[in-house]
């Protein structure tokens, strides 16, 4: 089992930056990528981005390809979420996700983690 908990989430104003830490315990060992979701009011969860294991390789959704970027410290079990110029339509649940899967590297896909945190409020006012 993997438990993984998020942080950094807040109220900030558009335009701003905010940056989220999912901090991994338990069988950290058998994860592989990384990836970070949202989901707003009324709307499906959506892919944001991935990161591989040893952090070399990262995709994004295009909406926030440029804005955002995410980084891993293996050694702290740790992924960030860096979001920068960020807009109202920004505004949802972000929830981290690993995946145990060595087959892909870079998933996109929801059904492709195995593990999910509890989510984390981002507000972008205007």
């Known amino acids: 089992q993997v438990q993984l908990v998020e942080s950094g989430g807040g109220l900030v104003q558009a335009g701003g930056s905010l940056r989220l830490s999912c901090a991994a315990s338990g069988r950290t060992r058998s994860s592989y990528a990384m990836g970070w979701f949202r989901q707003a009011p009324g709307k499906e969860r959506e892919f944001v981005g991935t990161?591989?294991?040893?952090?070399?390789?990262?995709y994004y959704a295009d909406s926030v390809k440029g804005r955002f970027a995410i980084a891993r410290d293996n050694a702290k079990n740790t992924v960030y979420l860096q979001m920068n110029s960020l807009k109202p339509e920004d505004t949802a649940v972000y929830y981290c996700?690993?995946?145990?899967?060595?087959?892909?590297?870079?998933?996109?896909?929801?059904?492709?983690?195995?593990?999910w945190g509890q989510g984390t409020q981002v507000t972008v006012s205007s």
């Open positions: 990161i591989n294991l040893r952090g070399g390789s990262t």
């Open positions: 996700a690993a995946s145990t899967s060595f087959l892909v590297e870079i998933p996109r896909l929801s059904n492709e983690y195995d593990y």
